[in-house]
């Protein structure tokens, strides 16, 4: 095959095997609900945005905190712990399940992926995985979480960080792609 000849035929994609999780009308209330009701709600309205949520099926802890910009494919899908936070322009693309544990924080503009396709077949078959931030994560500005990756709990994911592989408990990473690069130090309080 030259480079001129397409290695793709996108004429033999294929996903009616993926399972949305709900009926084609439902997600459509969705989006529509999600389009009207977060954008038009004031910042200081997160527990709306967390009842309506809840209503479409998503696992929402108590005083979670969701700026009116953030953005849920599937809320079914997700699942978020007490106490976290999900800053504005955040994308939840939850093809697959998405678990944010408690007090976690989901900087602006950071993208969550669980979906890619694969690379080798020329119908460019979609792939999807879960996606796992355990408790105490940090994920700062406009970072990039791919398919099926597991971020330790205590983590800090540096700004504008593409994270492609798990990334280990209490550790700062950044980079593009992500590494790890020192132990995360927490300071403690005398009492």
Same mark, same amino acid.
């Given at each position: 095959?030259?480079?001129?000849? *397409? ?19 439902? +997600? ?17 309205? *997160?527990?709306?945005?967390?009842? =309506? ?6 696992? +929402? ?24 936070? +999900? ?10 399940? =998405? *678990? +944010? ?55 800090? =994911? ?34």
């Amino acid at each position: 095959m030259t480079n001129n000849e *397409s290695f793709v035929d996108l004429r033999k994609y294929d996903q009616s095997w993926f399972d949305r999780g709900r009926p084609g009308w439902y +997600i459509l209330v969705w989006w529509f609900v999600q389009a009207i009701a977060f954008p038009l709600t004031p910042h200081f309205a *997160s527990g709306w945005r967390c009842f =309506i949520l809840r209503l479409f099926g998503a696992k +929402i802890g108590k005083n979670v905190l969701i700026r009116p910009t953030a953005r849920f494919t599937y809320p079914w899908k997700v699942t978020i712990g007490d106490y976290s936070w +999900i800053g504005d322009d955040v994308v939840l693309y939850s093809l697959d399940e =998405i *678990s +944010i544990g408690e007090h976690c924080v989901i900087s602006q503009k950071t993208y969550l992926c669980t979906g890619s396709h694969d690379i080798q077949d020329p119908a460019f078959g979609l792939k999807t995985g879960n996606i796992t931030i355990g408790n105490g994560v940090w994920v700062a500005a406009d970072c990039f979480v791919g398919t099926g990756v597991e971020v330790g709990s205590n983590a800090v =994911i540096g700004a504008r960080s593409s994270v492609f592989t798990d990334m280990p408990p209490a550790q700062v990473c950044w980079g593009s792609p992500c590494r790890p690069q020192y132990p995360r130090q927490v300071k403690i309080e005398n009492v």
